[in-house]
């Protein structure tokens, strides 16, 4: 079993910054997909930026230049660093971890952006 625990979510105005941390424990692989989705109000959940079990590095469109998607492998944690700030990045961002044919999710923390 996995367990992923976000933070760092919260109340931004336009242009700010955040910084989102995932750590995960548990039985983890060596070889795995982790990073960030987020879902807004009615809309589905989306990928936002992650780690490829190569080692490569996704990002969706609309946050490429913005944002950037780090990783600690010493403490299992996964950052992601939001720059410029847009209201259409409001919504709740999920930790997402894939090994071993399974999916992980965490809790989810809320991320607004007001202008």
């Known amino acids: 079993q996995v367990q992923l625990v976000e933070s760092g979510g919260g109340l931004v105005q336009v242009g700010g910054s955040l910084r989102l941390s995932c750590t995960a424990s548990g039985s983890l692989s060596s070889i795995n997909v982790m990073g960030w989705y987020r879902q807004a109000p009615g809309n589905q959940r989306e990928l936002v930026a992650r780690?490829?079990?190569?080692?490569?590095?996704n990002y969706a469109d609309s946050v490429k230049g913005r944002f950037t998607i780090s990783r600690d492998n010493a403490k299992n944690t996964v950052y992601l660093q939001m720059n410029s700030l847009k209201p259409e990045d409001t919504a709740v961002y999920y930790c997402h971890l894939a090994q071993r044919v399974r999916v992980y999710w965490g809790q989810g923390t809320q991320v607004t952006v007001s202008s």
């Open positions: 780690f490829t079990s190569g080692g490569n590095i």
